[in-house]
Nanobody, 124 residues
Framework: VQLQASGGGLVQAGGSLRLSCVAS???????????MAWYRQPPGKERELVAR???????????NYRDSVKGRFTISRDNGKKSVYLQMNTLKPEDTAVHYC????????????WGQGTLVTVSS
């Protein structure tokens, strides 16, 4: 399985970006049954969970966010496209990080390998 994230770039504070992540491989049923998440790794820091969307019959169920992005970011998924999205609004310089998608794992154990991620840089 490969996870390809895209949509990052350089944006001014207050701007918006929409990240996409596509899972490739014969994993349709597996993808549909997994809770998926976006993570990010700020420069010089550990990777952290940004948002999670639970599995569901069509486009996912519940979503959860880290406190610092609540009200600004929206996670969504399209099981038919094996894709996860992150709409990021009102971006702040502290959102600068490489962003990755992967399955959600509360214990930090991932069956799928990490992709290269997509860099988001927010200028002040």
């Amino acid at each position: 399985v490969q996870l390809q994230a895209s949509g990052g770039g350089l944006v001014q504070a207050g701007g918006s970006l929409r990240l996409s992540c596509v899972a490739s491989g014969s994993i349709f049923s597996t993808f549909r049954g997994k809770d998926m998440a976006w993570y990010r790794q700020p420069p010089g820091k550990e990777r952290e969970l940004v948002a999670r969307v639970t599995s569901g019959p069509t486009g996912g169920g519940e979503s959860n966010y880290r406190d610092s992005v609540k009200g600004r970011f929206t996670i969504s998924r399209d099981n038919g496209k094996k894709s996860v999205y992150l709409q990021m609004n009102t971006l702040k310089p502290e959102d600068t990080a490489v962003h990755y998608c992967n399955e959600y794992s509360p214990i930090g154990s991932y069956a799928w390998s990490w992709g290269q991620g997509t860099l988001v840089t927010v200028s002040s």
